[in-house]
């Protein structure tokens, strides 16, 4: 609730393990307010939410852990340099730098790590955010708008790293700007309206199932 406006209401829905899941919806659908539920910054009113198993019903930072998220709008200290930035993220999670994918990420990322985060346009930015998000080797990878910014030959090399993980490592992947991951799989799209379900309920099964109106 935000005063006496509802957010989010009547949502149902499940995304299975390793799936491409598409959410979408135009401008306060509730897409953001969604996500922050999955990132434990909001908490429904009523109604159950699990993420990877896990109910969330109070606060769990390890689940965290678990989970990378890039939001729409990235913040990140000017006066950082991008390597510093992940020096940073890598210590939040008990690792070293070196022992992430991180920069074989900048390198397919065309991104230099070198220079100042206040230099950064919004692409160099939104790459360091990417590259943020998969340092850790998350299970579940939820992406606010991953490709504003990018030029299409960026945009390419994320979504062939993306597949790339998917189909690896088996990496839940939510997208809040869905497009065809150029890969085998099926990007599973789910709508959202005014703070609803296109359907008012959407139940997505694996390989050979289909969907529940």
Request: net charge positive; glycine share 10%.
């Amino acid at each position: 609730m935000y005063g006496t406006k509802r957010g989010v209401t009547d949502l149902n829905m499940e995304v299975k393990q390793g799936e491409v899941f598409g959410f979408i919806g135009p401008n306060g659908a509730g897409k953001s307010t969604t996500i922050r539920m999955i990132m434990q910054l909001l908490y429904p009113n009523s109604g159950k939410l699990k993420v990877l198993g896990t109910e969330l019903d109070r606060e769990k930072p390890e689940l965290r852990r678990r989970i990378g998220y890039l939001p729409s709008e990235i913040v990140f200290y000017p006066q950082m340099s991008g390597k510093q930035a992940l020096e940073l993220t890598a210590r939040a999670h008990g690792l070293k730098l070196a022992n992430t994918p991180a920069m074989e990420y900048a390198e397919r990322l065309q991104w230099d790590p070198e220079q100042r985060v206040k230099s950064y346009s919004l692409g160099n930015r939104k790459k360091l955010g990417i590259i943020l998000s998969l340092l850790h080797r998350p299970e579940l990878l939820i992406l606010d708008e991953p490709t504003s910014g990018l030029d299409p030959l960026v945009q390419r090399e994320l979504f062939s790293l993306l597949s790339e993980l998917n189909a690896q490592v088996g990496m839940t992947i939510f997208f809040l700007d869905p497009r065809p991951v150029r890969s085998g799989k099926t990007l599973r799209p789910c709508g959202l309206y005014q703070g609803r379900a296109a359907s008012p309920r959407i139940r997505f099964g694996g390989a050979g199932q289909g969907s529940e109106p």
